[in-house]
């Protein structure tokens, strides 16, 4: 499973960074999220969407 960001979505809000620490990170530089994990596990799935109902700009996508 793979995940996106739409970086012009994006605005920081980071929950999704709460929902799963260890995936997703808002970086300093940019002041958008990123995807920490290149491949994330079938076994992460529930995290991720739990990230995804967390955005509340629909900036994360299941790419794959
Ligand atoms: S919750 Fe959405 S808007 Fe907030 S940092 Fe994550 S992807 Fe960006």
Redesign the pocket.
Known sequence: MNVE?DTH?????????FEAPDI?E?DDATG??KVLLEVIGEDRRDDVER?VE????Q??QFVG
């Not at 967390?54 to 700009?57: D, G, H, I, L, N």
């Open positions: 960001i979505l994006c605005k920081a809000y980071a929950n999704c960074t997703f808002v958008k999220a990230a967390a955005c509340p700009v900036a994360i």
